[in-house]
Nanobody
């Protein structure tokens, strides 16, 4: 089992920044990958970014490329999402997730992720 706990959400003005954290515990393996997703009210869950624990390669959705940065601290079993130049349309609940079947290519489908955190709310005011 893997436990994921997100933190760092909140209310920020447009153009501001937030850094989300996802602390992982349990059976974490260096062969896993981690992803960030978000879900706005009335919308489907959307892929944001993914990173591998091993070599730290990354993959981003076009909607956040250049504004968001995913990173990880292997010693702390923590994945981060640095969000800059936030827009009102970034408002959503943000989730981190673990891909236990990662085999060298980062994936964007929520169905490829096996464990999920409870989510953290990010609200961007205009």
């Amino acid at each position: 089992q893997v436990q994921l706990v997100e933190s760092g959400g909140g209310l920020v003005q447009a153009g501001g920044s937030l850094r989300l954290s996802c602390a992982a515990s349990g059976r974490i393996f260096s062969s896993d990958a981690m992803g960030w997703f978000r879900q706005a009210p009335g919308k489907e869950r959307e892929f944001i970014a993914a990173i591998s624990w091993s070599i730290g390669n990354t993959y981003y959705a076009d909607s956040v490329k250049g504004r968001f940065t995913i990173s990880r601290d292997n010693a702390k079993n923590t994945v981060y999402l640095q969000m800059n130049s936030l827009k009102p349309e970034d408002t959503a609940v943000y989730y981190c997730a673990a891909d236990r079947l990662y085999r060298g290519y980062l994936r964007r489908s929520e169905y490829d992720y096996n464990y999920w955190g409870q989510g953290t709310q990010v609200t961007v005011s205009s």
